[in-house]
Nanobody
Framework: QVQLVESGGGLVQAGGSLRLSCAASGRSFSSYPMGWFRQAPGKEREFVSAIRWNDNTYYLDSVKGRFTISRDNAENTVYLQMNNMKPEDTAVYYC??????????????????????WGQGTQVTVSS
C-alpha cells in the first residue's frame, strides 16, 4: 500500500523558514514526478512546486526564489524548503506523486488530477 506522509509544518513568523518532508512508502517514486500543492481556506488547491524524474524543478511564480524542492531517492523522500515566508503562504500543504513515467510537461505537473497519490497534508501558518 502506497503512503505519503508529510511533516515539518507549523507556525512561523513572516521572513522565517520551514522545511517540509514527504516520505513515501509502498513503492519507489525515484522515476516519477512528485509535487507540492497547497490549499488555503475557501480557495482551490494550487500547485506550488514539482520535481521530475531527472530533477528538473518547477515553481509557482509567487514562490520562485524563496522555495526549493528536492528529492532523496535513497530515502524515497521529497522536501520543500521554504524561506522568506509570507502570510500569504499560509495553507495546508500536500505532497503528491504521479505514476506517469517519462517526459511530462509543466502543464501536466500543475494539475492536481494528474497525481495518483496524496499525503494527508500539513498545516503551515505564517504570522505577520
Amino acid at each position: 500500500q502506497v503512503q505519503l506522509v508529510e511533516s515539518g509544518g507549523g507556525l512561523v513568523q513572516a521572513g522565517g523558514s520551514l522545511r517540509l518532508s514527504c516520505a513515501a512508502s509502498g513503492r519507489s517514486f525515484s522515476s516519477y514526478p512528485m509535487g507540492w500543492f497547497r490549499q488555503a481556506p475557501g480557495k482551490e488547491r494550487e500547485f506550488v512546486s514539482a520535481i521530475r524524474w531527472n530533477d528538473n524543478t518547477y515553481y509557482l511564480d509567487s514562490v520562485k526564489g524563496r522555495f526549493t524542492i528536492s528529492r532523496d531517492n535513497a530515502e524515497n523522500t521529497v522536501y520543500l524548503q521554504m524561506n522568506n515566508m509570507k502570510p500569504e503562504d499560509t495553507a495546508v500543504y500536500y505532497c503528491a506523486a504521479s505514476q506517469r513515467a517519462g517526459p511530462v510537461t509543466i502543464w501536466f505537473l500543475k494539475r492536481p488530477q494528474n497525481y495518483d497519490y496524496w499525503g494527508q497534508g500539513t498545516q503551515v501558518t505564517v504570522s505577520s
